[in-house]
Protein backbone atom coordinates (compact mmCIF):
# COMPACT_ATOMS: atom_id res chain seq x y z
CA UNK A 1 0.00 0.00 0.00
CA UNK A 2 2.81 2.45 0.73
CA UNK A 3 4.09 1.72 -2.78
CA UNK A 4 1.22 2.82 -4.30
CA UNK A 5 1.14 6.27 -2.27
CA UNK A 6 4.60 6.68 -2.99
CA UNK A 7 4.52 6.23 -6.65
CA UNK A 8 2.32 9.10 -7.99
CA UNK A 9 4.39 11.34 -5.77
CA UNK A 10 7.51 10.12 -7.01
CA UNK A 11 6.30 10.51 -10.46
CA UNK A 12 4.58 14.29 -9.64
CA UNK A 13 8.44 14.71 -7.91
CA UNK A 14 9.74 13.88 -11.30
CA UNK A 15 7.51 15.66 -13.43
CA UNK A 16 7.81 19.06 -11.56
CA UNK A 17 12.08 18.55 -11.63
CA UNK A 18 11.95 18.55 -15.08
CA UNK A 19 9.88 21.55 -15.40
CA UNK A 20 11.80 23.31 -13.22
CA UNK A 21 15.00 22.53 -14.61
CA UNK A 22 14.10 22.83 -18.34
CA UNK A 23 14.98 25.95 -18.72
CA UNK A 24 18.51 25.59 -17.41
CA UNK A 25 19.02 22.63 -19.73
CA UNK A 26 17.75 24.52 -22.81
CA UNK A 27 20.26 27.01 -21.86
CA UNK A 28 23.22 24.92 -21.57
CA UNK A 29 22.46 22.50 -24.86
CA UNK A 30 22.06 26.35 -26.77
CA UNK A 31 25.51 27.51 -25.25
CA UNK A 32 27.35 24.95 -26.54
CA UNK A 33 26.92 26.64 -30.39
CA UNK A 34 25.75 30.41 -30.60
CA UNK A 35 23.65 31.19 -33.49
CA UNK A 36 25.36 34.62 -34.57
CA UNK A 37 28.34 33.46 -35.06
CA UNK A 38 30.04 31.33 -37.86
CA UNK A 39 31.77 28.39 -37.72
CA UNK A 40 34.91 25.93 -39.47
CA UNK A 41 34.56 22.24 -39.51
CA UNK A 42 38.17 22.61 -37.78
CA UNK A 43 36.34 23.81 -35.02
CA UNK A 44 36.87 27.16 -35.13
CA UNK A 45 34.04 30.42 -34.23
CA UNK A 46 34.42 33.51 -35.44
CA UNK A 47 32.17 36.53 -34.31
CA UNK A 48 31.98 39.91 -37.04
CA UNK A 49 32.50 43.45 -35.05
CA UNK A 50 32.73 45.71 -38.25
CA UNK A 51 35.40 45.14 -40.14
CA UNK A 52 36.92 42.79 -37.64
CA UNK A 53 36.49 39.13 -36.70
CA UNK A 54 36.82 37.70 -33.14
CA UNK A 55 38.41 33.94 -33.45
CA UNK A 56 38.06 31.05 -30.92
CA UNK A 57 37.71 27.53 -30.59
CA UNK A 58 33.99 26.17 -30.11
CA UNK A 59 32.61 24.56 -26.91
CA UNK A 60 32.66 21.47 -28.76
CA UNK A 61 36.51 21.89 -29.33
CA UNK A 62 37.37 23.10 -25.64
CA UNK A 63 35.26 19.65 -24.54
CA UNK A 64 37.08 17.60 -26.23
CA UNK A 65 40.15 18.72 -25.56
CA UNK A 66 39.77 18.88 -21.65
CA UNK A 67 41.75 21.09 -19.21
CA UNK A 68 43.54 23.50 -21.32
CA UNK A 69 46.92 24.37 -20.00
CA UNK A 70 48.65 26.73 -22.91
CA UNK A 71 47.68 28.54 -25.41
CA UNK A 72 49.86 29.82 -28.28
CA UNK A 73 48.98 32.97 -29.67
CA UNK A 74 49.89 34.94 -33.24
CA UNK A 75 51.88 38.13 -32.71
CA UNK A 76 50.22 40.91 -33.81
CA UNK A 77 50.88 42.15 -36.82
CA UNK A 78 51.01 38.78 -38.51
CA UNK A 79 49.25 38.32 -41.72
CA UNK A 80 46.97 35.33 -41.57
CA UNK A 81 44.87 33.26 -44.44
CA UNK A 82 41.79 31.33 -44.32
CA UNK A 83 42.82 27.97 -43.23
CA UNK A 84 46.47 28.40 -41.74
CA UNK A 85 47.42 27.55 -38.39
CA UNK A 86 47.68 30.88 -36.08
CA UNK A 87 48.49 28.66 -33.10
CA UNK A 88 47.73 25.58 -30.42
CA UNK A 89 46.06 24.58 -28.16
CA UNK A 90 47.13 22.43 -25.05
CA UNK A 91 45.50 20.29 -22.23
CA UNK A 92 45.92 17.61 -20.07
CA UNK A 93 44.81 15.24 -23.28
CA UNK A 94 46.83 16.94 -25.81
CA UNK A 95 48.05 19.45 -28.32
CA UNK A 96 46.04 20.80 -30.86
CA UNK A 97 46.93 23.19 -33.61
CA UNK A 98 43.99 26.25 -34.13
CA UNK A 99 42.96 26.99 -37.43
CA UNK A 100 41.68 30.60 -38.71
CA UNK A 101 38.49 30.48 -40.23
CA UNK A 102 39.18 33.94 -42.47
CA UNK A 103 42.04 35.71 -43.61
CA UNK A 104 43.56 38.74 -42.09
CA UNK A 105 45.85 40.95 -40.44
CA UNK A 106 46.02 40.27 -36.33
CA UNK A 107 45.11 43.35 -34.95
CA UNK A 108 44.83 42.23 -31.27
CA UNK A 109 45.53 38.60 -29.09
CA UNK A 110 43.35 37.88 -25.69
CA UNK A 111 46.74 38.04 -23.81
CA UNK A 112 44.78 37.38 -20.33
CA UNK A 113 44.80 33.51 -21.99
CA UNK A 114 48.45 33.39 -21.44
CA UNK A 115 48.36 33.45 -17.41
CA UNK A 116 44.72 32.16 -17.39
CA UNK A 117 44.42 29.09 -20.08
CA UNK A 118 41.51 27.55 -18.51
CA UNK A 119 39.42 30.66 -19.70
CA UNK A 120 39.06 28.98 -22.57
CA UNK A 121 36.66 25.96 -21.30
CA UNK A 122 35.57 28.70 -18.69
CA UNK A 123 33.72 30.45 -22.04
CA UNK A 124 35.10 29.78 -25.24
CA UNK A 125 32.26 32.04 -26.55
CA UNK A 126 33.46 34.69 -24.06
CA UNK A 127 36.33 35.18 -22.36
CA UNK A 128 37.95 32.42 -24.01
CA UNK A 129 38.43 34.02 -27.44
CA UNK A 130 42.22 34.18 -28.98
CA UNK A 131 42.44 36.74 -31.46
CA UNK A 132 40.62 39.66 -33.46
CA UNK A 133 41.98 40.09 -37.45
CA UNK A 134 41.22 42.97 -39.42
CA UNK A 135 39.28 40.88 -42.62
CA UNK A 136 41.26 40.98 -45.72
CA UNK A 137 38.25 39.24 -47.69
CA UNK A 138 35.00 39.75 -45.87
CA UNK A 139 33.12 37.29 -48.02
CA UNK A 140 35.33 34.60 -46.28
CA UNK A 141 32.68 34.57 -43.70
CA UNK A 142 30.02 33.65 -45.76
CA UNK A 143 31.97 30.40 -46.70
CA UNK A 144 31.90 29.26 -43.67
CA UNK A 145 29.28 26.99 -41.47
CA UNK A 146 26.05 28.69 -39.62
CA UNK A 147 24.99 28.04 -36.35
CA UNK A 148 22.40 25.39 -37.98
CA UNK A 149 24.42 23.50 -40.36
CA UNK A 150 27.76 23.32 -37.67
CA UNK A 151 25.51 21.27 -35.23
CA UNK A 152 24.52 18.88 -38.19
CA UNK A 153 27.71 18.85 -38.92
CA UNK A 154 28.36 17.79 -35.35
CA UNK A 155 25.85 15.14 -34.84
CA UNK A 156 26.73 13.89 -38.51
CA UNK A 157 29.96 13.55 -37.97
CA UNK A 158 29.65 12.21 -34.87
CA UNK A 159 31.69 14.40 -33.13
Known amino acids: ?9 AVRSASAFRQTMAPFFQRFSTATVVDNL ?7 WTRLEGD ?8 HAQEALGDVVFVDLP ?7 QGDS ?13 YSPVS ?3 VEVNSELTESPGLVNKGPFEEGWMMKLKLKDPAE ?12 Y ?4 GH
Open 52 to 59: TAVVGITH
Open 1 to 9: MAQQLLRPW
Open 38 to 44: RYSKSHE
Open 141 to 152: VQSLLTAESYKQ
Open 75 to 81: EVGKAIS
Open 86 to 98: FGSVESVKAVSDV
Open 104 to 106: GEV
Open 154 to 157: IEEE
